[in-house]
């Protein structure tokens, strides 16, 4: 079986002081271009929740779009959209963080999910945790039921999995 750590490791490339000083910003866009790592990756992530066990996926604006839409269409659910601010064009919710560079708000239609519908949740990376927290809050108060939250690379030196505590984190690759 494939390793997906290493296929993580392998295709990602360092980026120093990335969008600013002292951010090594991990660039995953060379695993996006590569068709087989990118199914591998993809069936990977489906496989480790297993078949049934989610009803949509929720993808985090931007590089979350693409695994999640990926996953989606390989387990034969929907996709929903978790945006940047003043993105979606209907009513929703909104929530505020601070980003490991910056400040940021997201949203997601307030009619996304339906009562009860469980959500597996996905961005690239996971660092301080507070897009990933913020968005599944937002997932909640949409009326979702998150039942799980994964990510291809997690910073470990960063407080994003105790901060999501006691949800259940899955990261293919932990640096
Ligand atoms: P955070 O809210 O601090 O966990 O940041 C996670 C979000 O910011 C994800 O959507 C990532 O795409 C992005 N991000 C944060 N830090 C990095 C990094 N060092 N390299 C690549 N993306 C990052």
Do not use: C
């Amino acid at each position: 079986m494939a390793d997906l750590a290493e296929i993580v490791a392998s295709n990602t490339v360092d980026v120093p002081d990335f969008p600013k000083p002292g951010i090594l910003f991990k660039d995953l866009t060379p695993l996006f271009a590569n068709g087989p790592v990118f199914r591998e990756v993809v069936d990977g992530i489906a496989a480790h929740y297993g078949a049934g066990s989610f009803d949509v996926v929720a993808g985090i604006e931007a590089r979350g779009f693409l695994i999640a839409a990926g996953i989606a269409y390989a387990t034969g659910v929907g996709v929903v959209p978790v945006r940047k601010a003043g993105k979606l064009p209907r009513a929703t919710h909104r929530g505020s963080y601070e980003l490991e560079y910056g400040e940021a708000t997201l949203e997601v239609h307030q009619d996304a999910f339906r009562p009860g519908e469980r959500v597996l949740v996905v961005d690239d990376v996971l660092a301080t945790g507070g897009t990933a927290a913020t968005t599944l809050e937002l997932v909640e108060r949409a009326g979702g039921t998150v039942v799980g939250f994964t990510v291809l690379l997690e910073l470990s030196f960063l407080p994003g999995r105790e901060r999501l505590a006691p949800r259940e984190v899955h990261a293919l690759l932990t640096v």
